[in-house]
């Protein structure tokens, strides 16, 4: 079935390391997205791609870093730049005639301590 | 203040009740998404409308765009339908998503 995988579920962090969250897909989705969950706030964007090679900062993009050299991949690494990394990360893709437009991963929920 | 907004933010009902979620928004979109996210986190998709209403099963979506306004019904709940539905807009020109915070619906038999 196609979809979108997310590992790990649950990551485990100590203050001052950079983790890497991978994202894939074998939608054949051009367009691929990373969004950060806090309680209490609506889904809010780090990164997205809408190309190979290609990507945009979205609205906290601070500490983050990513890279598409695949389509169907799109890892996200949280730096030691990021402030307050606990939070459930999602990723997702879309394809403009895609039915309900997007399709979201499981999502990854990274603790630093 | 948010551009999407939603109530309520929590909702209680009976099983078999009728549920309804409202979503508002201030900005021009192509489209509204209605989104379900279990307690495990992951999130799944369950209606993109541009105009008019859309069902599938128990779910009707409704969108009235001259209004900026859409709503989320659930006919004869079921325990196995709580979960928070997220409501989330595609502004014009772009793919980004603008989500609002979510209504937690929780459903008692």
């Known amino acids: 079935d196609g979809g979108i995988t997310q590992s790990p579920k649950y990551l485990f962090r100590k203050e001052g390391q950079n983790v890497t969250l991978s994202c894939e897909q074998n939608?054949?989705?051009?367009?691929m997205y990373w969004y950060r969950q806090d309680p209490g706030q609506g889904l809010r964007l780090i990164y997205y791609s809408q190309i190979v090679n290609d990507f945009q900062k979205g609205d906290i993009a601070e500490g983050y870093s990513v890279s598409r050299e695949k389509k169907e991949s799109f890892p996200l690494t949280v730096t030691s730049a990021q402030k307050n990394p606990t939070a459930f990360y999602l990723c997702?893709?879309?394809?403009?005639?895609?039915?309900?437009?997007?399709?979201f991963g499981s999502g990854t929920r990274l603790t630093v301590v | 203040k948010n551009e999407v907004e939603q109530s309520p933010q929590n909702l209680t009902a009976q099983e078999g009740e009728f549920i309804t979620i409202n979503c508002s928004y201030s900005?021009?979109?192509?489209?509204l998404h209605w989104l379900q996210q279990h307690p495990g986190g992951g999130i799944v998709s369950l209606f993109m409308l541009s105009s008019g209403k859309k069902k599938h099963g128990r779910l009707i979506a409704t969108i009235n765009i001259q209004e900026k306004h859409s709503s989320l019904h659930i006919t004869a709940s079921h325990p196995r339908d709580s979960a928070v539905y997220i409501c989330a807009v595609s502004p014009y020109n772009t793919d980004k998503l603008i989500f609002g915070t979510g209504t937690r619906l929780q459903v008692f038999p």
């Open positions: 997702a893709s879309s394809y403009p005639r895609a039915p309900f437009g997007y399709t």
């Open positions: 900005v021009g979109i192509s489209a």
């Open positions: 939608l054949n989705h051009d367009a």
